[in-house]
């Protein structure tokens, strides 16, 4: 009996060699080597590749260009279309003052025409400036024609802009017509000039008529 039993071990002894060879047979498609192969220790450990280069894309010199090269032009773009947008403000201001501005221009200018020195009226008309925000750019007055009189009036304005040497560059007109006792209007006008041009706006003549 005891014979049996110690001779059972060294049946089974070739079925585990057997089954450690095939564990090392399914693991060599992932491990170099399975227990021998140098005997250092060190079958785990590889070598690291170099990096397939022919998989990498792009140029960062070029890249980085055109970057820069976008940058400029979506400035360039940007400057041109704040330009636009502060044209197109002007001219919507002007075209929503110059069909009333036209009429009072011309017949303002026609009132002045035969007056001598400031006029009559100068103390019952005042200027303030509009901001440049507002205006799109364009130079522009507010006039402040108040009838301070105790009966109806009408009256005509001139506003000239003058240069940093006192020069007049630019004549406009404006006026009120048939205001009440102590009614007050308040009408534009803008100046022509260039908006780089530093002027300076100043009552000339005020007539009540």
Partial sequence: MLSLRRGRPRRLRPLAVASTALTCSLAAGVLTGCGGGGGNGSTGSRTPSTPNTASFTGSPPSALASSASSAAASARASASAAASSASARASEFEASVSAESARREATAEKKLKGVKGQGNALSE??????????????????????????????????????????????????????????????PIVFSRQPPERKLTPRLAKAQRY
């Fill in 125 to 186: 008309v005042g200027m303030s400036g509009m901001p440049k925000a507002q205006t799109g750019g364009v130079l522009a007055v507010l006039v402040n024609i108040t009838n301070k009189t105790d009966r109806k009036a009408s009256y005509a304005v001139q506003i000239d802009f003058e240069d940093s040497n006192h020069h007049v560059v630019e004549t406009r007109y404006t006026g009120a017509e048939n205001l009440e006792p102590g009614q007050k209007q308040q």
